[in-house]
């Protein structure tokens, strides 16, 4: 048999949309878009890398990239200073952005802001093959109030939630 990974991504929506109709989106990756550079293959989920963009409808901004990097090749994202954002290495190790921090399978390192929200140049290089995936996206900037599957920005919009659901009336 094969080995299948499935990533699965939730984004938190800014309040006033928050009760937007629910969606799903099955993204392929052999329908996805391919940035190629020696030693490296990026592919792109949601935004842009270098000029390719993938056609992902997205309610907020939001970049998610899957790249395979051979050992000894160094490659770069970038991306609006304004992003937060983090990478998760799915095998391999290597050596990441402007302090060079270390990071091997299994590991989540996280990305800076830019200075003064500047645009942001992700660096990544492999030490060993890695396969790595980068998300990153806009912070909402609001109040955070989650339980079960809720997520809102406040307590009372989280026992409203649990109400319409009860009743039936959860839209």
């Known amino acids: 048999g094969e080995t299948v990974h499935l990533l699965q991504l939730w984004v938190n929506l800014p309040s006033g949309k928050k009760m937007t109709e629910p969606r799903y989106q099955n993204m392929r990756a052999q329908d996805m878009p391919v940035r190629s550079e020696e030693g490296a293959t990026i592919r792109v989920f949601s935004g842009s890398s270098e000029g390719i963009t993938a056609d ?6 939001v970049t998610m ?3 395979i990097v051979e050992p000894g090749t160094t490659v770069t994202q970038d991306l609006p200073g304004t992003y937060n954002g983090f990478l998760y290495i799915l095998e391999g190790a290597g050596v990441f952005g402007k302090d060079s921090t270390e990071g091997k399978k299994g590991q989540v390192l996280w990305l800076e ?3 003064d929200y500047e645009q942001t140049e992700v660096k990544i290089q492999a ?3 890695l396969h790595i995936m980068l998300y990153a996206g806009q912070p909402v900037g609001e109040k955070v109030v989650a339980r079960g599957p809720f997520v809102m920005n406040s307590e009372e919009e989280i026992v409203q939630a649990y109400k319409d659901y009860r009743e039936g009336s959860f839209e």
């Open 65 to 67: 990239v899957e790249l």
């Open 113 to 115: 802001r830019g200075m």
């Open 56 to 61: 992902t409808k997205n309610h907020v901004p």
């Open 127 to 129: 030490q060993e093959k």
